[in-house]
């Protein structure tokens, strides 16, 4: 699977965002799909994820309540909205894959991602 995330963009603090990631490939369905971010001079680290099947989510503690994934498996899309926007959210942010896991909560572990986008620049101002 080929991802490609775009949405980025530069906001004020308090703002909001919409990343999408697109898919190409025949089985999308059947990838868990995470979003991570890297911030300069930082790891990247985990945001949130969605399985497969879209029934389980797992976030990172520091968006919970702010940002939330859905996707859409017949477009071979996946959304990232986030709200509430903090000067911490810059960062750039990126989608990744892995396969299956339809029944679990998505791994937080970026290593497990095989297949990941080219990032989106978020910069969120004071």
């Known amino acids: 699977v080929q991802l490609q995330a775009s949405g980025g963009g530069l906001v004020q603090a308090g703002g909001s965002l919409r990343l999408s990631c697109a898919a190409s490939?025949?089985?999308?369905?059947?990838?868990?799909i995470g979003w991570f971010r890297q911030a300069p001079g930082q790891e990247r680290e985990f945001v949130i994820g969605?399985?497969?099947?879209?029934?389980?989510?797992s976030y990172a503690d520091s968006v919970k309540d702010r940002f939330t994934i859905s996707r859409d498996n017949a477009k071979k899309m996946v959304f990232l909205q986030m709200n509430s926007l903090t000067p911490e959210d810059t960062a750039v942010y990126y989608c990744?894959?892995?396969w299956g896991g339809g029944g679990y909560y998505p791994t937080r572990n970026p290593r497990e991602y095989n297949y990941w986008g080219q990032g989106t620049q978020v910069t969120v101002s004071s």
């Open positions: 969605i399985s497969y099947s879209g029934d389980y989510t």
């Open positions: 990744a894959a892995y």
């Open positions: 490939g025949r089985t999308f369905s059947g990838y868990t």
